[in-house]
């Protein structure tokens, strides 16, 4: 065989090696395209089904049940004396009128513990419901209205389908003579599912028909105010500083390491200062918005200053030159041309920080804010809760409805999380297309 012959053949050969080794090179990256996508689509599968589960466990707390009773204000049980006055009509037997229009209902009933079950039918928050009513109109006293009131939250799951009459009597806390009256009252129309506003204008309350979210989101909105309005000039100003003003110094490297630091430390060290000093040695409010937005201030701070930093830095230094070529001082360089160019991921890092700060709850159970309150606040000294630690409290209460609640509440939380972070990306996009 000639020189050349055998040239081709060793040709050959190495282009048929080339050519299997290409293959599987080809073949190991469709395997790895296709872990990528597998892992992907079991996160996602993963994430849907946790959102399913929250969405079909909290959706039914976004609705009330309610009966339709007839209701006879009677005088002597509301205003003996019939003189019309407030304090007289706030303690009225309200409770005696809606027991009284359950009986009429059912005269066969018979027997104090069968009325007692009957009663436990409808909420406690019945009887507020018409002290309400009569309070505002005083007109009523002495009329028959059919008035819509709450059933209790035992009823209210029962009637949403969340207790199964298929249960033996002894799984359930309901009574095969409870769900009959239930049955009857919802074959005679007198059993309604709506929306139920109380959820977001009421605050906490024993009762899972009447609790709400009302306080615990006022409170949420006030203490993220506070925070915003402490940490934000705080953390642009530092960043300014840091990345453009301060010298090379050891000091300043120990400064940014230090900043660093304090991103990465746990959150509940945060709520153990906030405990030692806002409310050890200023000796403020406890349990009040002021305090969770100072602790919520330190632990966002640091995550400001160094999304700041990353958005000063990214900024092109041809835009500082031609600044400075025109005569611009240093100072003017930063205001006019430097800070509107990093605005879009300042903004975006400010964002993302107040709703990590809107998730945080072990800061603020340090400092009181798992308090059990009713009243809606007024005001930034006032006590409050935020959402999360209302999520927490309702997730510990053993009354089954309050699982319903918790759910509910999450999906608030979840919203709220998910539009903040739109409107971050929604600002950073609005602000690059000006720039």
């Known amino acids: 065989m000639s020189s050349a012959g055998a040239s081709d053949l060793r040709a050959t050969a190495l282009t048929g090696r080339a050519r299997r080794r290409l ?3 080809h073949r190991a990256e469709k395997r790895f395209r296709a872990y990528g996508f597998g892992a992907i689509a079991i996160a996602l599968g993963i994430l849907m089904l946790l959102f399913a589960s929250i969405v079909i466990g909290g959706w039914g707390a976004f609705f009330r049940s309610e009966a339709t009773l007839e209701i ?3 005088a002597e049980r509301i205003d003996p004396d019939g003189l019309r006055k407030p304090d007289v009509l706030a303690t009225g037997d309200y409770g ?3 027991r009284d229009a359950l009986e009429r209902l059912f005269p066969d009933v018979a027997g104090r513990r069968a009325k007692r079950a009957l009663r436990r039918l409808m909420s406690r928050g019945a009887a507020y419901d018409l002290q309400k009513r009569v309070l505002d109109n005083p007109a009523l006293i002495g009329q028959s209205a059919s008035i819509p009131l709450p059933l209790s939250d035992e009823a209210d799951l029962y009637v949403k389908g ?7 009597e002894t799984e359930r806390t309901l009574s095969d003579r409870q769900i009959a009256w239930l049955d009857a009252l919802r074959e005679r129309g007198r059993i309604h599912t709506g929306f139920n506003p ?3 204008s009421s605050g906490d309350s024993r009762e899972p028909e009447l609790a709400g979210i009302g306080g615990a989101l006022v409170g949420s909105l006030m203490t993220l105010f506070v925070a915003l309005i402490l940490c934000f000039p705080l953390g642009v100003a530092a960043a300014v500083y840091l ?3 301060a010298p090379e110094t050891r000091w300043t490297r120990l400064v940014e390491v230090n900043i660093n630091n304090l991103a990465a430390v746990p959150s509940v060290i945060f709520g153990v200062l906030g405990l030692a000093i806002f409310l050890g040695t200023f000796g403020l409010p406890r349990s009040a918005p002021l305090v969770g937005g100072l602790v919520l201030s330190l632990r966002t701070l640091p995550i400001i200053i160094i999304a700041s930093r990353a958005s000063l830095a990214a900024v092109p230094p041809s ?12 100072i003017q360089v930063v205001a006019h041309h430097v800070v509107p160019n990093a605005l879009p991921g300042i903004l975006t890092g400010t964002i993302i920080g107040m709703a990590q700060a809107l998730g945080e709850t072990a800061p603020l159970l340090m400092i009181g804010m798992v308090a059990f309150v009713v009243d809606i606040p007024t005001g930034i000294t006032d006590p409050a809760t935020v959402l999360p630690v209302q999520i927490y409290l309702w997730a510990d209460s053993p009354e089954r409805a309050f699982v319903e609640k918790t759910a509910g509440a999450i999906i608030v939380l979840l919203a709220f999380l998910v539009s903040m972070n739109g409107t971050a990306v929604w600002l950073r996009q609005r602000f690059e297309k000006r720039t």
């Open 319 to 330: 835009i500082r030159s031609a600044a400075m070529a025109i005569g611009a001082s240093p």
């Open 198 to 200: 109380g959820f977001f």
């Open 243 to 245: 990345e453009e003003l």
């Open 162 to 168: 969340r207790i199964s009459p298929d249960l033996p």
């Open 72 to 74: 006879r204000f009677d």
């Open 96 to 98: 005696g009128l809606v």
């Open 23 to 25: 293959a599987r090179r």
